[in-house]
Nanobody, 125 residues
Framework: QVQLVESGGGLVQAGGSLRLSCAAS????????MGWYRQAPGKQRELVAA???????DYADSVKGRFSISRDNAKNTVYLQMNSLKPEDTAVYYC???????????????????WGQGTQVTVSS
């Protein structure tokens, strides 16, 4: 009943930019932190950037100064602006949200960890 849908991935040359979007929909009571993770072939999934409900951000060292995360709480949407892309940024990017589903349906205010389906970002050299 809760869905995260990503968009904005694609193929770009090194030095280029992409903007990812992720919209949360469904029976949602509230959303705490939202973030972006990525997983390259043969590697573990890693945190790229995260943002709290009040706008505090955190970035992986490898993307600091190049990527920027933001969110629109009214739209339950998180964005990732990626600039100066490098071939090593190539990965599947996943949206994540720590959210509370509607307690009318779950009977609890406990948060859950929700994931999008992933969007491919490929940076060519």
């Amino acid at each position: 009943q809760v869905q995260l849908v990503e968009s904005g991935g694609g193929l770009v040359q090194a030095g280029g930019s992409l903007r990812l979007s992720c919209a949360a929909s469904g029976l949602i009571f509230s959303i705490n932190a939202m973030g972006w993770y990525r997983q390259a072939p043969g590697k573990q999934r890693e945190l790229v950037a995260a943002i709290t409900s009040d706008g505090r951000t955190d970035y992986a060292d490898s993307v600091k100064g190049r990527f920027s995360i933001s969110r629109d709480n009214a739209k339950n949407t998180v964005y990732l602006q990626m600039n100066s892309l490098k071939p090593e940024d190539t990965a599947v990017y996943y949206c994540n949200a720590d959210l509370v589903p509607d307690p009318l349906y779950t009977g609890t205010y406990d948060p859950i960890d929700s994931w999008g389906q992933g969007t491919q970002v490929t940076v060519s050299s």
